[in-house]
């Protein structure tokens, strides 16, 4: 059987950490969410924000082009959205956030690129946690950064498979912890996940297919360049020939086959 490759759109979280230029993060997540309406690999569906900054978050956002919207509002636009079974209607992928408002009949400035819908919870049966391949936001508050880093891991696994995370913050320990806790493929820091996920002005590899999944399905999780679709054929020398015609030091070759032995270990225990 041939390997197989995940390369999912994503529905990404984005958290709003106190400490992150504010007003730099709202410009880059709705940039990101309105280019191509959305439908880039990576981009910014749901928005978690700490409760400290919600009010300069939810100003800068509006400043910049966003719409919340009504509980009224929020109605007319899922008929449109997802009229059945909670599938995204065909014809509302890839339109930007004007053509939406105009066909639910909401009335939005013309200067609008997302509409928001403010949620007070996550829940199984809320539609706005369904991936949506057009300019919507879902926005969420949390009080601190732990119970964000909670809401970002129920997202990744319930909703998004483990696909990507964005975070805006300066904060070291928060970004590490983040970095390590989280089940996904990759992490976006302070900058439009869109783009930097596909390795655009980012440290990341550039390449449209993005793996989707981090629970072992497919052959990768990262971005998929030409180097993963291609066999490797290797040649393997004795360690003492290599000792012996390139002088490599005999202390330092016995540590690394100690710790090979380690690495080898841990893997058969697994």
Same mark, same amino acid.
Request: proline share 5%; aromatic share 6%.
């Given at each position: 059987?041939?390997?197989?490759?995940?390369?999912?759109?994503?529905?990404?979280?984005?958290?709003?950490?106190?400490?992150?230029?504010?007003?730099?993060?709202?410009?880059?997540?709705?940039?990101?969410?309105?280019?191509?309406?959305?439908?880039?690999?990576?981009?910014?569906?749901?928005?978690?924000?700490?409760?400290?900054?919600?009010?300069?978050?939810?100003?800068?956002?509006?400043?910049?082009?966003?719409?919340?919207?009504?509980?009224?509002?929020?109605?007319?636009?899922?008929?449109?959205?997802?009229? @059945?079974? $909670?599938?995204?209607?065909?014809?509302?992928?890839?339109?930007?956030?004007?053509?939406?408002?105009?066909?639910?009949?909401?009335?939005?400035?013309?200067?609008?690129?997302?509409?928001?819908?403010?949620?007070?919870?996550?829940?199984? &049966?809320?539609?706005?946690?369904?991936?949506?391949?057009?300019?919507?936001?879902?926005?969420?508050?949390?009080?601190?950064?732990?119970?964000?880093?909670?809401?970002?891991?129920?997202?990744?696994?319930?909703? @998004? @498979?483990?696909?990507?995370?964005?975070?805006?913050?300066?904060?070291?320990?928060?970004?590490?912890?983040?970095?390590?806790?989280?089940?996904?493929?990759?992490?976006?820091?302070?900058?439009?996940?869109?783009?930097?996920?596909?390795?655009?002005?980012?440290?990341?590899?550039?390449?449209?297919?993005?793996?989707?999944?981090?629970?072992?399905?497919?052959?990768?999780?990262?971005?998929?360049?030409?180097?993963?679709?291609?066999?490797?054929?290797?040649?393997?020398?004795?360690?003492?020939?290599?000792?012996?015609? $390139?002088?490599?030091? &005999?202390?330092?070759?016995?540590?690394?086959?100690?710790?090979? &032995?380690?690495?080898?270990?841990?893997?058969? &225990?697994?």
């Amino acid at each position: 059987m041939l390997p197989i490759i995940y390369g999912g759109s994503g529905a990404t979280p984005v958290f709003i950490e106190r400490s992150a230029n504010i007003k730099q993060a709202v410009e880059a997540i709705v940039t990101s969410r309105a280019y191509d309406c959305g439908l880039l690999p990576a981009t910014e569906q749901y928005l978690i924000a700490e409760g400290v900054i919600a009010s300069e978050v939810r100003g800068l956002l509006q400043t910049n082009g966003a719409h919340f919207l009504s509980k009224e509002e929020e109605y007319k636009l899922l008929a449109l959205l997802q009229p @059945n079974n $909670n599938r995204i209607n065909p014809m509302c992928v890839g339109k930007d956030a004007l053509w939406l408002a105009e066909k639910a009949q909401i009335s939005v400035a013309p200067t609008t690129k997302v509409l928001v819908s403010e949620q007070h919870y996550m829940h199984d &049966e809320d539609p706005f946690a369904n991936e949506m391949k057009c300019p919507v936001l879902a926005f969420y508050l949390e009080p601190d950064w732990m119970h964000a880093c909670e809401k970002s891991i129920r997202l990744l696994k319930e909703k @998004n @498979n483990g696909h990507t995370l964005a975070i805006h913050s300066q904060n070291k320990s928060v970004l590490k912890e983040f970095a390590l806790k989280k089940p996904v493929g990759r992490m976006i820091v302070n900058a439009p996940a869109s783009t930097a996920s596909l390795g655009l002005e980012s440290t990341l590899p550039v390449s449209v297919i993005l793996g989707g999944y981090t629970t072992g399905r497919g052959i990768s999780a990262k971005n998929i360049t030409a180097k993963d679709l291609t066999y490797v054929r290797e040649i393997s020398y004795p360690v003492e020939s290599l000792t012996s015609t $390139n002088g490599i030091d &005999e202390a330092q070759s016995t540590v690394d086959t100690k710790v090979l &032995e380690k690495i080898l270990k841990k893997i058969m &225990e697994k």
